[in-house]
Every structure is written in structure tokens, then in C-alpha cells.
């Protein structure tokens, strides 16, 4: 446990925690949203500093980014607790928990961290994920700051619901990001998640902005966020906002936690896919059983780029500087052979 940082001291012992759009006011004895930042004696403590729920390699491919080290690995690494309380989410035994109901947390120092990441010579960092890494930025932060001293990457996995200041003061040391777009209605984040989409947008502005690495996901729930014009003003708003070289996944829904809307039908997927690729030429499929819509073209000559097999990859058509063998266009930035 450790003191946390954004909130300020209220009367009466209560605390504003600043760290997300929620600016919780705490209690004495309570926690926030976020089930982990607790108000002990009028101080904001994060109770999960140092307390990790899974920790491994994973094919970059799966976090996912598709255009940040292709066939890479990462260490992955996440706690418990989350800001969100989607009731589709796929990883709630973490996220929907506290310190006191997770028995199976281990503790972790800096340290034992960046010898497991050092002891894959092909792993190309660390990325923060599997529940939202916002709720656990100081111990997030710590560690970025040493990889980043030893020249290796740090990643986000994140659902965006973070204020200014943690922002800026977090994106000078996150080289990449892949932001959770759950939908472009407010109304869709405050019934099914609890929050709010302009925080959201603002955050992917802030990336863009910076230069960081950019991939979005959208999970596809059928009746839920799969409305046409919907999903058009979406994409027009990526391409015109972000740019039309950002990568977008559209993931595959399963019923999951307190859901059971049934999962997303295939045909539905792959039209969305289509129309997204007159948008966003760099869109993808996920979470779904088939190749089709994970390969990598060259959007200037089509050239097969990437072939994706599941998290097998293999790389066709991209010279040792991640361009285009064909016609030489940039399309990997970051690229190691």
C-alpha cells in the first residue's frame, strides 16, 4: 500500500481522488469506483501497489497491437480493480474485486519485474493490462520509468478514463497504447459502463497528439453499440481526428459476467469490417475463429504485408525498416527482424 497521488484533502477527513474522470469524494474507511484507492485518516492510499493477479509473455499481437513490433513478445502484467463497471467484461474476476475478496494476489517488487522482462531477449517491454492500469498508475509509473532507462518499450492496455494531469504526466514514458472505443454514445457509457465517453475521446486526442503508437478496439455488442449510423460517425470521427493510418480491432462479443445478450453474429463483423476499411484502411477482426480480416496490406500498392494466423505471424512483405518491399511506403514504425 502505498500513498497515492492526484487527490486533494476535503473537510472532514474526506478526499477527491483526480486520478479518473470519476474525481471521486471518499470517505473515511471507503474506497472509490475503482474498488482499490482508499480513504485511510483523511490520506488517498492505492492498496494494490505492488500486487499483481498475472504476470507473463504474450505474443504482442494479443494485447492487441498489430503495428508495434509485429511477431514480438511482451510481458504482460495486471492487479485488480477497474473505474468501469461494464457488465460484458471479460476479465471481471480482476476488475470487479478489492484486496480484500482477490486471495490469489502476489507481491511483486520493481525489481523482480524487470529481471522477469529482462529474461526474454525477445520480448520488447512490459505492457500494463488484463484489468485497467489507470487504477494502479504509481506503481505502473515507477516501473516505466525503468524500463524506459534500459531502452525497452512501455505499452497501456486501457479503457482511456484517465484525467489531464496523470495523462501528461504519464505520456513522456508509454511508447505505445491501445485504447477500449466501447461505443460513440454517452449514453452507452453511462448504462453499461458507468462512465463517459468525452474523457475517452479527450484521452485519444492527447495520444495522437503526443506521437505516441495508437491502436483502438471496439467490442462489437449486438443491439448494444452496433448501430450503423452510429458506427459511421464513429469512424468518420477517427479518420478526421486521429488520422486515417490508425489501426482500429473490431473484436468478436461473448456473453460474459452479467451479460447474456448472445454473441456477436459473424455476418455482422465482417460487414462492420468492410464498411470500417472504406474509413480506416489499418482494420482488423478479433476474437473470432478465422484468418480473414488479420492480414496487413500496403494501402498504396496492396502488397501482403503481414499474414496472420491467430498469434502466428508471418511477415511477407516489409523490408528491415518496416516499409513496404513493394513500393517503399512507411507502415511499420516500430519494427525489429
Known sequence: MREAKFYKTLGQEKVRCNLCPHLCIIEPGERGICGVRKNLDGHLKTENYGLVSAIHFDPVEKKPLYHFFPGKSILSFGSIGCNFTCGFCQNCDISQTTVDDYPWLNHYSIDQILNIAFSDDSSVGIAYTYNEPTIY????????????????????????????????ELLPHIDAFNIDLKSFRNEFYKEQSGARLKPVKETLKKIRAAGKHLEITNLVIPTLNDQRDTFHEMLAWIRDELGEETILHLSRYFPAYQMTIPATPREVLNEL????????PFTYMGNINSDHGSDTFCPSCNNLLIERSGYSVRITGINENGDCSRCGMKVFKYYKK
Open 137 to 168: 498508475f504509481e506503481f505502473m509509473f515507477d516501473i516505466a520509468r525503468e524500463i524506459e532507462k534500459a531502452r525497452l518499450r512501455n505499452v497501456m492496455i486501457s479503457n482511456g478514463f484517465i484525467t489531464e494531469e496523470p495523462l501528461d
Open 273 to 280: 469490417y468492410e464498411i470500417a476499411r472504406s474509413y480506416l
